[in-house]
């Protein structure tokens, strides 16, 4: 469970409010579409209080090279659209599962097996699903 342990190292931004009508929620969303991401959610944490962001949003990519596209693409759009860089980000040495923390979204891409081990849909079940066409 490598990816998540950098979330336990900072605290979720409770003066910045997000919404899926935010910029940098629907920047994440369309750059995932626009490199092809395949069955991609959103899980709106912020009821739930143990919760470490707002949200998250999880995406599957089929192969390594297309996790980095994906990956560095997110980056680079939410840099230009929002004027914002990732508060840390890893898994690109592995390519089987990409964490980029925006602190308050956190997005997943990842590799099906990953994605079916780690069932973060499942874990965070009391969070509101939303699906997003790829």
């Known amino acids: 469970m490598e990816p998540l342990s ?3 190292t900072r605290k979720k931004n409770t003066a910045t409010k997000l919404t899926r009508s935010s910029r940098l929620f629907k920047t994440i969303i369309k ?3 626009e490199k092809k991401g ?14 470490v962001a ?10 390594p090279q297309q996790i980095r596209a994906i990956g560095e ?11 914002e860089v990732a508060y840390k980000h890893e898994g690109y040495q592995a390519l089987q599962w990409v964490l ?28 509101q699903r939303e699906e997003h066409e790829g």
């Open 6 to 8: 950098l979330l336990s």
């Open 100 to 127: 980029i923390d925006y602190v308050n979204i956190v997005v997943h891409v990842m590799l099906p097996e990953p994605r079916k081990f780690y069932q973060l849909e499942e874990m965070w079940s009391d969070a």
């Open 38 to 51: 395949e069955h991609i959610v959103s899980l709106d944490l912020r009821k739930i209080h143990e919760a």
């Open 54 to 63: 707002d949200f998250f949003i999880i995406c599957e990519a089929s192969n």
């Open 73 to 83: 693409f997110i980056e680079e759009e939410v840099k230009k659209n929002c004027n």
């Open 31 to 33: 750059a995932m579409q």
